[in-house]
């Protein structure tokens, strides 16, 4: 029955999607479907930045609590740092900012901060072979030159099962700054407001994903939606009805 549910939804989805599904103790997926395939990432992203700070958090590299320059031309309209007057932050509020509020601004501060390099290398380590980051966030000029930042749905259901099962550095700060996701349009959207998710969302133009873990019954299931092609408006909504009817078979 989820199979055939999910199956009619995203025949009747006028764009491209991936999709899986998983209970976090199991070894096989309920659904995985087109979840090769790589994509752009947009703020799914960021997940994979926060594991590679906390990597270095936890091997003494870098200290969490040590206060970064935020230079005003780096600070980026779009985000709440980039309105503020502040001009310096603790590394575990940029981190903070970053995934709760998906803040630009601070995501690019962190990516200089821990380097890209060191970002790639933790995901071909993770086995993460769709996922790489090849430039900033809303760097057009990079875009321009053909650089983009990628992952696929199987990427994200391993990376955030390695975070969920405690299996990464610090998993459990990661965890705990995950449930505090402020950007819960799209699974959360009709799910009762008591649900526990711990959710990344991600968008661009025609392009809307959101992936993390949803709990029925204090079961942690790993979910993820992708999705492109397709006008956003569209595209949330079929995340968000998707999740709610899944939610309501599990």
Sequence with gaps: ????????????????????????DALEPEIAYNCLTAMPSASTIKVLIMAE???????GEIDLQAELTIPE??????????????????VADLNT?????????????????????????????LGLTA?????????????KQGKQNWTCAADLAELFT????????????MMDTLFKQKHT??????????VKTATKPGSL???EHDAGVIYKNNVPWIWVVMTRNAPNLTASEFISTLTRDVYNLL
């Design 185 to 194: 349009q799209r699974f959360k959207k009709y799910l009762p407001e008591s």
């Design 1 to 24: 029955m989820l199979k055939e549910l999910i199956t009619r939804q995203i025949s009747a989805f006028p764009g491209e999607c991936a999709v899986y599904l998983r209970r976090l």
């Design 205 to 207: 133009d025609n392009l």
């Design 131 to 143: 996922t790489r980051l090849e430039r900033k966030m809303l760097d057009w000029a990079a875009v």
């Design 162 to 173: 390695r975070i969920a099962t405690g299996s990464l550095p610090e998993s459990a700060i």
């Design 97 to 125: 900012m970053m995934i709760i509020l998906s803040d630009n601004t601070a995501t690019n501060i962190l990516i200089d901060y821990v380097g890209m390099a060191k970002v790639n290398l933790l995901a071909a380590q």
């Design 53 to 59: 700070l906390m990597r270095q958090a936890a091997s």
């Design 73 to 90: 031309n780096e600070k980026l309209p779009d985000s709440v740092i980039g309105v503020l007057s502040l001009n310096k932050m603790s």
